[in-house]
């Protein structure tokens, strides 16, 4: 009876504790946005666009942190949101804090110097790589595959903690980053004695991040029932990850610049990644609708193929037809543009239906030949007046379809 008590009270505490991390979180993002805004510093110099974005992404973190944690105070992937809310809500605060205090108004301000070397430290990422190999590892039990690869998080944490030291001993240059880093003025000397092991220490770091990503493959991989729909859930928010940083690399070509349009296509698309991933966390813990991602992803593939097809024939048509156009009356016409819209209205309902019956034959055999069958049976049905026959059929296609233990039909008599 008293330790059930005690643990009620320790949740109760941790639920605090979490609102609390909320508020710090409130005060530090807006007073950081504030101060951006004051100074004319977008963070890191990258854009208005870029750093609200970041906002709203953060933002999504620690509500879907304090979500999990309040209704499972002990699972660590809702603290790891939190955490990684707060860091980089503080990363928007120093940057403002130091802009001001460095080089808006010089020496007005206490603790600049700190500032600037703990946010240079949170731009390398060193706390952010290891938060990110945590919930890779946890997810979605909270605890990790096997004992063995509990010790990539041991690892994580020395790396972590190796590159810290270099960074304040030995600050290797980065980018756009507008203050002193090297506060110790080791100068020279100590960058190229400890710059070996900064790169062996960012490529251990690379390599725990990658462990821990096999670690939730092997899991998916080896998962049944629900654990396995969770794991969909977030493999497929993590699916836009990748698309949005090439997206990205194709645009950085213009960003010194001008933003275009296209690198802001890939950072939308990262941050989309970024916000499903923990907003798919949130609905895989609570166990909400866990089946509905089988027919998001077949709809996406489905619609994802198609609207890329029509998009390659929408082009394909407007210039040959303005070719042709050209070669026979010398100049273009607005027609060619309505016959291209024509041919897609009239192709949009057979190119669905034959992607989606070749995405069925190819990932969703079982579903595809169930459907198949059934529809076999539902034609034939409308010619079968024996009781026994269609009796006997009907077991045949229970059987094909759903593949049960055993089988028996039973008919009310008159």
Same mark, same amino acid.
């Given at each position: 009876?008293?330790?059930?008590?005690?643990?009620?009270?320790?949740?109760?505490?941790?639920g605090?504790?979490?609102?609390?991390?909320?508020?710090?979180?409130?005060?530090?993002?807006?007073?950081?946005?504030?101060?951006?805004?004051?100074?004319?510093?977008?963070? +890191?110099?990258?854009?208005?666009?870029?750093?609200?974005?970041?906002?709203?992404?953060?933002?999504?973190? #620690?509500?879907?942190? #304090?979500?999990?944690?309040?209704?499972?105070?002990?699972?660590?992937?809702?603290?790891?949101?939190?955490?990684?809310? $707060?860091?980089?809500?503080? /990363?928007?605060?120093?940057?403002?804090?130091?802009y001001y205090?460095?080089?808006?108004?010089?020496?007005?301000?206490?603790?600049?110097?700190? !500032?600037?070397?703990?946010?240079?430290?949170?731009?390398?990422?060193?706390?952010?790589?290891?938060l990110?190999?945590?919930?890779?590892?946890?997810?979605?039990?909270?605890?990790?595959?096997?004992?063995?690869?509990?010790?990539?998080?041991?690892i994580?944490?020395g790396?972590?903690?190796? %590159?810290?030291?270099?960074?304040?001993?030995?600050? #290797?240059?980065?980018? +756009?980053?507008?203050?002193?880093?090297?506060?110790?003025?080791?100068?020279?000397?100590a960058?190229?004695?400890?710059?070996?092991?900064?790169? $062996?220490?960012?490529?251990a770091?690379?390599?725990? $991040? !990658?462990?821990?990503?096999?670690?939730?493959?092997?899991?998916?991989?080896?998962?049944?029932?629900?654990?396995?729909q969770?794991?969909?859930?977030? %493999?497929?928010?993590?699916?836009f990850?990748?698309?949005?940083?090439?997206?990205?690399?194709?645009?950085?070509?213009?960003?010194?610049?001008?933003?275009?349009?296209?690198?802001?296509? *890939? !950072?939308?698309?990262?941050?989309?990644?970024?916000?499903?991933?923990?907003? %798919?966390?949130?609905?895989?813990i609570?166990?909400?609708?866990?089946? /509905? $991602? /089988?027919?998001?992803?077949?709809?996406?593939?489905?619609?994802?193929?198609?609207?890329?097809?029509?998009? #390659?024939?929408?082009?394909?048509?407007?210039?040959?037809?303005? *070719?042709?156009?050209?070669?026979?009356?010398?100049?273009?016409?607005?027609?060619?543009?309505?016959?291209?819209?024509?041919?897609?209205?009239?192709?949009?309902?057979?190119?669905?239906?034959?992607?989606?019956? /070749?995405i069925?034959?190819?990932?969703?055999?079982?579903?595809?030949?169930?459907?198949?069958?059934?529809?076999?049976?539902?034609?034939?049905?409308?010619?079968?007046?024996?009781?026994?026959?269609?009796?006997?059929?009907?077991?045949?296609?229970?059987?094909?379809?759903?593949?049960p233990?055993?089988?028996?039909?039973?008919?009310?008599?008159?």
């Amino acid at each position: 009876m008293e330790s059930s008590k005690n643990t009620i009270l320790s949740d109760r505490i941790l639920g605090w504790l979490a609102w609390f991390l909320v508020g710090v979180f409130v005060i530090l993002l807006t007073s950081g946005l504030a101060l951006q805004v004051v100074t004319q510093s977008p963070l +890191y110099g990258v854009g208005w666009l870029a750093t609200i974005l970041e906002a709203a992404v953060v933002c999504v973190f #620690v509500v879907v942190g #304090v979500l999990i944690v309040s209704r499972h105070t002990r699972h660590p992937v809702g603290w790891i949101w939190i955490c990684l809310s $707060i860091f980089t809500a503080q /990363d928007h605060f120093a940057w403002g804090y130091a802009y001001y205090g460095y080089i808006v108004h010089p020496g007005s301000l206490p603790g600049v110097n700190v !500032l600037i070397v703990w946010l240079y430290l949170q731009v390398r990422s060193t706390l952010g790589l290891l938060l990110i190999t945590l919930l890779l590892l946890l997810f979605p039990t909270g605890r990790p595959l096997s004992h063995r690869w509990g010790l990539v998080a041991w690892i994580a944490l020395g790396v972590v903690s190796i %590159a810290t030291l270099i960074s304040v001993v030995a600050p #290797v240059p980065f980018g +756009y980053f507008p203050f002193p880093t090297d506060l110790l003025v080791t100068g020279e000397p100590a960058r190229a004695a400890l710059g070996p092991l900064w790169v $062996i220490s960012s490529l251990a770091a690379t390599l725990c $991040i !990658l462990a821990a990503a096999l670690s939730l493959l092997i899991r998916l991989r080896r998962a049944q029932g629900v654990e396995r729909q969770q794991l969909k859930w977030v %493999a497929y928010a993590a699916a836009f990850l990748p698309f949005g940083l090439i997206i990205m690399n194709l645009g950085e070509s213009r960003l010194d610049a001008d933003l275009s349009w296209v690198w802001f296509l *890939g !950072l939308g698309l990262v941050f989309i990644g970024f916000s499903g991933i923990a907003l %798919a966390s949130a609905i895989a813990i609570f166990r909400y609708r866990l089946w /509905d $991602i /089988d027919i998001i992803i077949r709809r996406t593939l489905v619609y994802g193929a198609l609207t890329a097809t029509l998009a #390659v024939v929408y082009l394909a048509s407007i210039v040959l037809l303005q *070719g042709l156009f050209v070669a026979v009356s010398g100049q273009q016409s607005a027609v060619a543009v309505v016959i291209s819209t024509l041919v897609i209205a009239a192709l949009f309902t057979p190119l669905r239906r034959r992607i989606q019956n /070749d995405i069925d034959r190819r990932f969703y055999r079982k579903k595809y030949d169930a459907e198949k069958v059934v529809a076999v049976f539902s034609a034939g049905l409308r010619e079968e007046v024996d009781i026994e026959q269609l009796s006997e059929r009907l077991l045949a296609v229970v059987e094909e379809t759903l593949q049960p233990e055993s089988l028996s039909l039973w008919l009310k008599e008159e």
